[in-house]
């Protein structure tokens, strides 16, 4: 970087100057989820990974919530962090969703997007009702029946042999507010269909899915893959819904990989202007 500074052209380093790469976090989870992120991509991105409203450590406001508000939160914490430039956007699952929503309303913002164990679709009238018996359940019993039916269905078989992982996961289900469970239950509820939204991704796309993932098939990334113009799919082996965290060097390679060809999409772009 440089700039003029007093009356001379100052160089200087500042890892701020590394494209910034905002991770959104799945439902009912929080930015701790990216933990192996945080700590083996600092050197190739300025990692931002907020709490949703309501999850992890952010207020636990009453809803209602919606797709649109939590990007729009989002927004709010990029203007904050005055990141004015194009990010890359990935998230998982819940955050999946949420990407696809801020990429509809800002793609001024996005430079690329990573779906991670996500789907473009809404939910289909039984996915819905079962939202509506979630949220009762919440509501009556609180978010501990809702993360004892989840994490059967988490990960992959292997990931359930490392007390590791699945402690850590339930630490992080369990700190979920029961405002933020049913808020977000009645988000995803209500979620437009974003696959009119794929064929219009301008920006490169990373696609991430477990082999093994439960909650979401494969054949959604692979729908997802199809439709978008300029998508890469990774299928990464022995993981379930979770990844980044099942399989955190496979995640991780692909991720560093798109950074790469994202700034040589770049330069390509500089040549042609
Ligand atoms: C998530 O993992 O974020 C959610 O389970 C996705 C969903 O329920 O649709």
Redesign the pocket.
Known sequence: MSNQIDDFTMSYQDTCDQITLLLIH??P?DSAMWEMQMQELPDVARIVAPDLRGHGRSDAVPGPYSMKLFSDDIAGLLDYLNIDGPVVVGG????G?IALDFYRRYPERVAGLILA?TRAGA?SEEGKAARDAAIATARAEGTAPIVAG?LPKLMAPASYEDDEIVEFVTEIMEGASQEGVIGALAA?RDRPDSTPTLAEIDVPTLIVHGAEDK??PLSEAQAMADAIPDAHLVVVPDAG?LPNLEQPDIFNDAVVDFLESLEEHDHDHAHHH
Request: hydrophobic share 60%; proline share 0%; charged share 5%.
């Open positions: 799945g439902f989870l998982l699952s819940m955050g969703y164990a939910d989840m995803m909650i979401i819904h």
